[in-house]
């Protein structure tokens, strides 16, 4: 019996350490008017903002649905194996609850675990890769799960926004807001704290001036950080922004991985071009 190891699209791994991790991804829905999309498998976060950009809107994302859930989990638990399964915040989609209710109907509750990340993008990504190192170690979805509870509440997720014009198409600002932001080049800091987005503290300036204060500020909870890994995850940033954030890291001289991932559909529709974030575990 093997440990089986999925999340959501959400949790904005790149390819590369989905096929490293052997991580099976479900991907989230995103609605473009009247045509529906699977988040990073048939639709780009670069499509998401031309059209976002030509009908002056935010698209509309939507859960798994419980017929395609029930389908992923069972051929698994048919094989004798076990699942670890992470889903977005329960705060933010209903995507956790689907995957509860598809374990239910399958009647696999004590062999399928369904975790509630309490955080998004690769704040959810950290906790998956934890789990798949468990999982080829050999330890059992149990064992995994009581791990990734522990952890949980030392995800430290963060990003700083250049633009507040897609969260105003969002209905998460006014416009009055948006305009003065946009006004004054005001960058707001988002953070994740108890499975909500809140912002913080608001940067002026250019962007990339912005993107360094913001991870500068961060010096003394990197140092107190797990040292294994941290990401750098964008929605499309200059290579120069993103390399000096990795120089600065890399000089820190904590982390045994940097590790940068471009952020997925869901989330780059509502944050816009050029948001970035430095996600790491506190011990």
Known sequence: ??????????????????????????????????????????????????????????????????????DIFRP?????????????????????????????????????????????STGIGLQVIEAAIMAAEGHSAAQIAGRIAEIIPRVRASFVIDTLKYLHRGGRCSGMAAF???????????????????PTKKYMGNIS???????????????????????????GCSKAIVSDVRKYLEELGIFSEILETRAGCVVSSHCGPNTLGVLFIEK
């Open 180 to 198: 003065a932001g946009t006004a004054l080049k005001l960058h707001p800091k988002i953070v994740v704290n108890e499975g909500k987005m809140s």
């Open 209 to 235: 001036r912005v993107v360094m204060n913001y991870v500068r500020e961060m010096e003394k909870n990197l140092r107190n950080a797990e040292t294994d890994r941290v990401f750098i995850t964008h929605s």
């Open 76 to 120: 698994i638990i048919e094989a004798g194996d076990e699942i670890v399964c992470f889903g977005i915040s329960g705060e933010m989609s209903t995507t956790v609850n689907v995957m509860r209710l598809a374990a239910e109907e399958l009647e696999a509750e004590d062999r399928i675990f369904i975790i509630d990340s309490r955080n998004l």
């Open 1 to 70: 019996m093997s440990v089986k190891i999925i999340s959501d699209s959400t949790c904005d791994l790149s390819p590369e350490l989905i096929k490293k991790y052997g991580i099976k991804i479900m991907p989230l829905h995103i609605v473009l008017g009247d045509k529906e999309y699977e988040d990073g498998f048939s639709i780009t976060p670069d499509e998401i903002y031309k059209w976002s950009d030509e009908n002056n809107a935010t698209p509309k994302t939507s859960a798994i649905n419980l017929e395609y859930t029930m």
